[in-house]
């Protein structure tokens, strides 16, 4: 019987000893993948160098409030938009469509007060005789009162020339140039 006793002793030594050891073996594992994966972390920030691609970019105060954004539109339109701190729209800077250029300015109630621009347009003339459609760029500077009305235009239209014009708070033309021409009276020839 003690025979019995000393080798079930002994197999319970050896099975202790096993246990830790075999806890000891799974500390080791934990450590190693815990490590490697966190290499493995690590190893995935973005290279330098690259691109970064969206559809929509902000940039935002300390508070949270977009002062910058970036964007697309399904249009095609790309814009840049300037808020103030209060987070008010206050410049966009844009292509619209994905042909004309324009920057414009609001005022802090948000109404439009300055717009600068160019556009694409087609005109068609004739010359000798043959009718000819050209592609016209003209480019402007318009200028609207506190309630967002046009009230003045200064440009170069699509052949060139020239325009101004001064516009009551009904955006009618009160003087410009070319002159304002005179629709003739009904009926005579």
Do not use: C
């Not at 966190?38 to 973005?46: E, I, K, R, S, T």
């Amino acid at each position: 019987m003690t025979e019995t006793r000393v080798e079930w002793n002994a197999l319970l030594s050896r099975v202790t000893k096993i246990e830790m050891q075999n806890r000891r073996l799974k500390i080791a594992w934990l450590v190693a993948v815990s490590v490697l994966g966190a290499a493995f972390l690590l190893g995935q920030a973005a290279p330098k160098g690259k691109a970064m691609e969206a559809e929509e970019f902000l940039l935002k105060d300390a508070k949270g409030k977009t002062r910058a954004s970036l964007a697309l539109s399904p249009d095609g339109s790309v814009s840049f938009d300037l808020n103030d701190t209060d987070g008010k729209l206050r410049a966009k800077l844009g292509i619209v469509k994905n042909v004309s250029p324009r920057l414009e300015l609001l005022n802090d109630e948000g109404k439009t007060e300055v717009v600068l621009s160019t556009r694409e347009s087609k005109a068609t003339r004739i010359v000798h005789g043959e009718k000819k459609t050209e592609d016209l760029d003209s480019s402007g500077l318009n200028l609207y009162d506190g309630e967002g009305k046009l009230r003045a235009v200064l440009g170069v239209g699509g052949m060139g020339a020239p325009y101004f014009s001064i516009r009551d708070e009904h955006g009618r033309k009160l003087w410009g140039y070319p002159p304002v021409k005179e629709e003739s009276a009904k009926g005579s020839k």
